[in-house]
């Protein structure tokens, strides 16, 4: 049986920047072996393709629609039933080595009058997980958020007001200068970090101790590496490990291409974007975002490797994947935000230790699966019950499992770009900014608050470039996608103080005497007669 799970994420980590995913000259040889024993999802969507709604929905198998944090800073609510609140209630344990994005719904504490210091608020600040170490990254000068990295690093003789800025994002020149890593002009020199105190090493080191310490008490670890998340910076040797060569060419539009959408149009126009029309900016730029990602791989290497050495992989899964992608200059675009593939596609490999999944290990699974599948597998996998009426997602059991099950035909992603400039440059109020993806495996539909709808068609164009939002000849795919968004946008769980089963088992109000809409004695009797004594039958 399986008893723990590591559950590995990275952050901004496109699917096609694998060499499992696809990608020519990158060499991630142990993800590409962790591939080699399980199942890689190759149609896996990300419910936001920003890091906080996307990572609020990975960590409560719920939509954003649903927990309500639409965007980074945005708190999840007092209340939201997290991956640690479903495993504790069967005494498994949820632990934090990393990054989560989770902001504290301080506000809602005080009305509740929870004391955020208490143990009860300590969990809710911080998204249910139990706190073995917290490293969200971005910690410039100034930053009050404490960091037990920023420690580490002082205590290895990296001083300074914030080490990490002063260090894992600084980079030396050859001349021994020391120069800020936030400038993408100086994204090909090595970090200023030694690549064995780097943020990826640190908390490989500390997940294994973690996992090296652990009690009897089964256990789900949310590695959560803050890279290749911005700044684009790598220590040596992953510095300079790639060069322009092994850069794939952009994927860009022709002259000839339909108008673009207006949100799509300006965000072409933010500095994120226009940044990799600077001549070899982008050859700089993804050279260097490749490096972090084999940087990685080795240290996924390690981890693989030390649960072999102490004979813990026939009890442990693992789960690999990201919280969104990167435009990359693709799309004319930089940053992530919006629906092309290249920002909300992610990698998913799991590997399933049961010997019921070895049927299933080197495959390719082309299902369409979402983050907000991986709490009901993990909850399944370590033996807990799926509160299906809380948990939108699926198991994913079934499929690394090879058994015969009806799966879903459309998956959903949500955006609101209600906090960035092209609310104002659209001229949208802020409650109007919502923008909701259904992708059925070939279409991909976009409905935008207030704005047209978009619509690409990815079996002719799968680079997206033909935005068909307008064109009269598809109107029946149009209104066909609409009403599907709509199915999805009736369909939220939240009832989530009461489950399907037990309203499917209630007693109907008669037999509490409440008799509404009898008229004599004789028709109450019969409906006494004609209950169902069926007990699954509901009444």
Same mark, same amino acid.
Request: some cysteine.
């Given at each position: ?152 690093? $002082? ?36 970090? $200023? ?132 992608? !990167?435009?990359?200059? !693709? ?41 907000? !599948? ?26 690394? $499992? ?6 879903? !035909? ?130």
């Amino acid at each position: 049986m399986t008893k723990n799970v590591l559950f590995i994420m990275c952050d901004q980590l496109r699917a096609d920047y694998l060499g499992c995913g696809g990608h020519p000259t990158i060499r991630t040889p142990n993800i590409d072996a962790l591939a080699a024993r399980g199942v890689q999802f190759s149609q896996s969507y990300v419910q936001s393709p920003i890091c906080g709604p996307s990572r609020m929905s990975t960590y409560t198998g719920r939509y954003m629609r649903s927990h309500g944090a639409t965007y980074n800073q945005v708190p999840l609510r007092v209340g939201e039933w997290t991956l640690g609140d479903h495993l504790n209630s069967f005494g498994a344990r949820a632990v934090l080595c990393g990054k989560t994005h989770v902001r504290a719904d301080i506000e809602g504490m005080k009305r509740l009058g929870i004391d955020p210091a208490s143990a009860k608020g300590q969990h809710i600040s911080e998204g249910g997980f139990e706190v073995w170490d917290r490293l969200d990254g971005l910690h410039p000068p100034g930053t009050r958020m404490p960091s037990h990295y920023n420690d580490y690093l $002082r205590k290895h003789g990296m001083e300074g007001e914030s080490p990490w800025q002063d260090w894992a994002a600084s980079v030396v020149d050859t001349d021994g200068t020391v120069k800020d890593g936030w400038l993408n002009e100086n994204a090909h020199l090595p970090a $200023r970090v030694p690549e064995e105190h780097s943020e990826t090493a640190y908390s490989t080191n500390r997940a294994i101790e973690f996992m090296a310490q652990a009690d009897d008490r089964p256990w789900c670890l949310h590695l959560s590496y803050i890279k290749p998340h911005w700044p684009i910076v790598a220590p040596a040797p992953y510095h300079n490990m790639y060069s322009p060569e092994d850069v794939v060419v952009p994927v860009l539009p022709t002259a000839d291409q339909p108008l673009l959408h207006p949100v799509y149009k300006h965000n072409q126009n933010l500095r994120y974007s226009t940044i990799y029309n600077k001549p070899g900016a982008r050859e700089k730029v993804i050279a260097t975002y490749m490096g972090p990602i084999t940087q990685i791989d080795d240290h996924i290497g390690r981890l693989v490797g030390w649960l072999e050495q102490e004979d813990r992989l026939k009890d442990t899964m693992i789960i690999f994947t990201s919280d969104h992608g !990167d435009y990359l200059g !693709d799309h004319s675009m930089g940053e992530k935000l919006y629906f092309h593939d290249a920002s909300v596609r992610v990698p998913l490999i799991v590997y399933d230790p049961d010997p019921k999944a070895d049927a299933t290990r080197g495959t390719v699974d082309a299902r369409l699966t979402e983050a907000i !599948d991986l709490v009901p597998t993990i909850v399944d996998v370590m033996g807990g019950s799926v509160q299906s009426h809380i948990l939108e997602g699926r198991s994913l059991l079934p499929l690394t $499992r090879a058994q015969d099950v009806a799966w879903r !035909d459309c998956v959903f992603s949500e955006a609101d770009y209600s906090q960035t400039p092209t609310r104002i440059a659209l001229d949208q109020p802020v409650a109007g900014c919502g923008m909701v993806m259904a992708y059925d495996g070939r279409w991909k539909y976009v409905y935008c608050q207030g704005q047209r709808p978009m619509l690409f068609d990815l079996q002719t164009d799968p680079n997206e470039f033909n935005d068909l939002g307008a064109d009269p000849d598809l109107e029946a795919e149009r209104q066909r996608l609409g009403a599907r968004v709509v199915e999805w946008a009736m369909a939220g769980r939240n009832r989530v103080t009461q489950s399907d089963a037990s309203i499917a088992q209630s007693e109907p109000e008669f037999i509490r005497g409440i008799l509404i809409g009898f008229w004599d004695q004789a028709e109450l009797q019969q409906a006494f007669d004609n209950l169902d004594p069926s007990p699954t039958k509901p009444l």
